[in-house]
């Protein structure tokens, strides 16, 4: 194929130029046993357990950043989502959405992405979808991934002990990479070495802590809204109040640099290879040296706990002993990182 | 709700809009016991057989026509891809690309209908997402739905018998009727009575021919490409050739005339509430009684028989004696329709 290929509006009909780009451009990519019947729908056997179903569009800009690229995006994205739930991920549905002129080339280095990732994530893309808008009507390419996975029972944290004022909250690693890299490359600012986004696939990381904290009682990955949205909504739903410790949040120089300059607070900015877990006090330990020993949780820290103070509310103690409350943001700070 | 009120890009936040509009705008339309526990997946249980998993992406243009709009297709079509497979429909996710300043009103008119079909096609929607991009970055609202479904073993048709020459190929209805139907509103051409789209569920239309038919062989709802593109496709995968009567086509006169005026083959326009089967020729009578029966299927015929002849061809017989051959087109007749 030429290099300066590109997406036609005919590459989104039922005809022949449509199945060409399927059977000649995207398949090779996914091979599979399953993907390779090309039925209306999927078909495959499942282990036994409950069915963990999720679904998430990206729409990234730009397209390409250090560290990943919107496929990789779409297939940690889901595939965390479901590890988040206690599941073991199996399958994905791959839509995709692309712009009239889009370059062929980009396409196929997008999939090769979603490929890889799909293959760190132990995951196959089973069934999937494209269609073509015309020039204008879209930005470039958007993808949709659902999930599928299976979660045992003794991992089934929506019907798990209840979280108790004492219980740790443990982050897995340095703080908004993903956010700040996306925008670094966005806005093509001339930071060297470029921030690197921590886009990766956690269920490796989620088995090292179910195994070495059984009694885990919350997980979640932050992602938009970043470590804020998702404690704030944790204090709402268990009606306690959290308490962290500033100087305990793993934060990389150059991060913390970019976000200051840009009048950004970390703990806002989205992660796509982190994940945040509460754990009663005694696992404390055992949860962090599992986390440590995994190549994804090196920076893994505890970075405060829930407390039984009232009002449900997040709040930071600074190194000076200061306190201040986190919020849920209303806006947005960075549109488009995911 | 203020009338005018239009989606902002702080509602693709992870923040408080974000939570705003999940919240108070789209749980409202889709409230289910799975759905309302609003985990990073959601869990269920599944009934005994094997799974179907398929997803959709919908771009149609205009947004709402005669007999639907976008949000109605986005059920139909994903639910129809499943029942297609042999599945009943259980589970539904559904992500939403909104374009910056969409109108609420229109989200929510959309989201009354996405509730309606799923309604009618007897499932939950249990997971889903929502992203905005700038103005001009996409076109007013794209929706992606996956599917999940439980195929009960005597309905697999992956494993089914083989088709033989003298097998029927039925047809539930009338020809190009979706594809017709958005292209006129399109064009805004002034035709009185409006042609209507077909788009419905088909799991209880299946549902009769499985019953009536149990020795079916294949199935397959003729969107994109049209019946064209599935017989080719049968052709293709069968080995055998397809030999159509044009005299027992099912085609109304309006959808036949704007065919005809804008120089479109209809066997080639998509179609959203019909379905092709194969059938053994013993079960022709049988299986064209039940799908009469049923208030989708009134119009069903039997359009055509595969046979033996050489070289997987699909052709059409004139009613005076003329035959020609049936392509799949390579182009794109009709962008935008689903």
């Known amino acids: 194929m030429d290099k300066s290929s590109r997406i036609l509006l005919a590459h989104g009909s039922g005809g022949l130029l449509y199945r060409r780009l399927v059977e000649e451009v995207l398949l090779p990519y996914f091979t599979n046993p399953i993907l390779s019947q090309l039925g209306d729908a999927a078909l495959c056997d499942l282990p036994s357990g409950r069915l963990a179903l999720t679904c998430d569009s990206f729409v990234v800009k730009p397209l390409f950043f250090p560290g990943g690229d919107i496929g990789r995006l779409a297939v940690c994205g889901t595939v965390n989502d479901l590890a988040m739930s206690g599941a073991r991920p199996l399958y994905l549905t791959l839509g995709l959405i692309i712009e009239e002129g889009f370059l062929m080339a980009d396409l196929q280095r ?7 990732a799909a293959q760190e994530a132990g995951v196959s ?33 929506s019907r798990g002990p209840q979280v108790q004022p004492g219980d740790k909250v443990l ?19 001339a930071i060297d070495p470029p921030l690197v986004s921590d886009v990766a696939p956690l269920p490796s990381l989620t088995d090292a802590i179910f195994k070495a904290a059984p009694g885990i009682k919350l997980l979640r990955d932050p992602t938009r809204g970043g470590v804020a949205a998702t404690l704030s909504e944790w204090a709402e739903s268990t009606g306690l109040s959290i308490c962290l ?20 607070d970390p703990l806002y900015v989205a992660n796509e290879g982190k994940f945040l877990a509460a754990v009663p006090p005694k696992e404390e330990k055992a949860a962090l040296a599992a986390l440590r020993a995994h190549p994804l949780g090196r ?22 002993g200061g306190r201040r409350l986190v919020g849920m943001i209303s806006g947005e700070q960075l549109p488009r990182i995911c």
């Open 299 to 320: 920076q893994a820290a505890c970075i405060g706990a829930f407390t039984d103070e009232p009002g449900a509310k997040v709040s930071i103690t600074t190194p000076y």
């Open 245 to 264: 410790e500033e100087a305990a949040l793993p934060l990389e120089r150059p991060v913390a640099a970019l976000c200051e300059l840009l009048g950004l």
């Open 110 to 116: 997008i999939c090769a992405s979603i490929a890889q």
């Open 125 to 157: 893309i089973i069934t999937g979808d494209t269609k073509v808008v015309g020039k204008g009507q879209a930005d470039g390419i958007f993808i949709n991934t659902a999930g599928v996975g299976v979660v045992a029972s003794q991992r089934d944290l």
């Open 171 to 189: 982050l897995t690693g340095s703080l908004a990479q993903h956010g700040m890299a996306v925008m670094a490359a966005r806005e093509e600012l």
